[in-house]
């Protein structure tokens, strides 16, 4: 490789870093041939994703022939990237930063992922290339497996960026009356002028608003780093469900104080996990391993 050349980078985990893929073929007793089938993450940075060991740990359970890799395209090389893996035979890939939004301009976005304005997960199975938001569907299934209901209730979400737009939907949509509390006041209206049945706030008004709520999500970066907090104690009661998004640490700050007031409480892990089932169970047309991805998953964590 000349000087001032660019290695292209991938990883496979956690076996062999030759990718296989579909050129490694296995020879069966009656002669035919079939492919193992690869599916992957497209971001730049993915060298921290959890992804890998969540997916191949389903894959394992299944008896499914399968590999997940990761890869990171610079950004100016998105669209070849996906057009490759179009043409390697890649069946599926998951999307992360910086890449979630560009993704919309290289595939057929379906509905919800045309309204949150952001693709996680990339379908090749089908005769077009599709784009999908599991994050909306990973953080609903994340309550229904702790018997939380939605329809009805009144929920807070802080936070308008990102995972606060898929949230925000996804509670729309399951039937709650949203309240987007936000520390630019005005992303949380911009968002809530999209979001049915939503309000938007700014974060001084979060007491006043879960005064009445039932659930709140954190779908801020807050805790991540720092032992903090988006929301004051004082505003939580036992009547709260509350999903934390942040996923590292599992514990944060604002589970704890939830958690001494007696409200239900959910790591951010459950709609991490979830929004990989979804994936898996779109690619694989399976019911995904749940309690082994969720297990290998942990383990990571």
């Not at 990718?19 to 296995?26: K, P």
């Amino acid at each position: 490789m000349g000087e001032g050349s660019k290695a292209r980078r991938y990883t496979l985990w956690p076996r062999s870093r030759c990718i296989r893929a579909r050129s490694e073929l296995l020879m069966h007793r009656d002669r035919v041939l079939t492919a193992m089938d690869v599916y992957g993450l497209l971001g730049n940075p993915v060298g921290h994703s959890l992804s890998p060991p969540m997916h191949e740990a389903g894959y394992e359970a299944l008896g499914i022939d399968a590999r997940y890799v990761t890869f990171e395209p610079e950004p100016a090389e998105l669209g070849r990237a996906i057009d490759g893996a179009e043409a390697l035979g890649i069946s599926g890939l998951n999307v992360t930063i910086p890449f979630k939004q560009d993704v919309l301009d290289h595939v057929e976005a379906d509905e919800m992922a045309s309204r949150i304005g952001a693709v996680n997960t990339i379908d090749f199975t089908g005769e077009t290339v599709t784009g999908h938001n599991t994050d909306a569907a990973g953080a609903r299934r994340a309550f229904e497996r702790h018997d939380v209901a939605l329809d009805g209730e009144t929920a807070v979400v802080v936070g308008a960026g990102g995972a606060g737009r898929a949230i925000s939907f996804m509670l729309a949509d399951a039937g709650a009356s949203v309240a987007i509390a936000n520390r630019t006041e005005s992303s949380a209206h911009e968002l809530a002028a999209v979001v049915p049945c939503a309000t938007g706030h700014g974060l001084d008004s979060l007491e006043e608003l879960l005064a009445d709520a039932s659930v709140l999500v954190n779908a801020t970066s807050v805790g991540m780093e720092e032992d903090t907090t988006p929301v004051p104690a004082e505003a939580l009661h036992g009547d709260l469900a509350v999903l934390d998004a942040v996923y590292r640490p599992l514990e944060t700050r604002l589970l704890r104080d939830a958690a001494e007031r007696g409200a239900t409480t959910i790591d951010g892990a459950w709609m991490l996990l979830y929004q990989g089932v979804e994936a898996f169970e779109r690619w694989t047309g399976r019911d995904a391993p749940v309690d082994a991805m969720n297990e290998a998953l942990r383990t990571e964590l």
